[in-house]
Each structure stands twice: as C-alpha cells, then as structure tokens.
C-alpha cells in the first residue's frame, strides 16, 4: 500500500492512500487531495499507478501546468517516479510518500560469517 502524510511542523499529519490509479491533487474542490492553500494551482498535480502488477506498481507524480510547480525532494519536476520516503512539495504543503510494499531489508547485504574467526564475506543473493 502506498500513500502520502501530509507533514505540519515536520511532524505526521494525515494520511492519504492512493487507492485509485489516478489522484488529483489542488485547490479545486473537486480535487482527491484538496488543499487551501492560495499558493496552489486549482489543479496542480496529478499522481498514477501505471505497470500494475502482483507485486504493485510504479507510483509517478505529474505537474499539471502549475503556477508555482511541483517539487520531489526539492527539485522542480514535470513528471517523476516517487520512491519510498521521498518528500513532495506543493505549494506550502509538504508530504512524505510512503510505499509500505518497500522492503529495506531486501535492499541491504547480507553478511555471512567466515569458518576463520573474524573473516565476514557479503552473502551471494543467488544461492
């Protein structure tokens, strides 16, 4: 499950899970995730699941021609993927998107001890 928390003061605020394969972000009302924010275009940004899968998904952020533009970890963007743990910033508002389907452990090395004492090796994945 993937969603965004809205942080206030570097501290979590509410959550927003992307449930439906395409979420609007903005001022507008009828928007998925309004904000009242002046700084925020009517529709600012556009957020997608495409190359649906077992596994999940590819989450990408749009811009949708917005004033003031749409940053993913503080650079301005058009279109990106998002990964977990990174920060999106829309107008005054900043988010954290969070992709529990991530797994940390699966991204970090394995260490296997040696039959010499004090010898460690990084574990083959393959085996």
């Known amino acids: 499950m993937a969603y965004l928390v809205l942080l206030t003061e570097g501290q979590s605020g509410p959550r927003f899970i992307l449930e439906k394969s395409s979420v609007t972000i903005g001022r507008s009302p009828e928007c998925d995730i309004h904000l009242e924010d002046p700084s925020v275009s009517f529709q600012h940004a ?21 004033t003031n533009g749409t940053f993913v970890n503080n650079d301005k963007v058009n279109r990106r993927q998002l990964r977990n743990n990174d920060s999106i910033n829309i107008g005054l508002s900043n988010f ?3 992709d529990e389907g991530f797994s940390t452990l699966e991204n970090t090395q394995q260490i296997k001890k040696s039959w010499i004492p004090g010898v460690y090796y990084l574990k083959d994945k393959s085996a």
């Not at 556009?46 to 917005?66: P, Y």
């Open 46 to 66: 556009q957020l997608s699941i495409e190359n649906l899968s077992d596994d999940g998904g590819e989450i990408w952020i749009e811009d949708i021609n917005s």
């Open 96 to 98: 954290r998107f969070v």
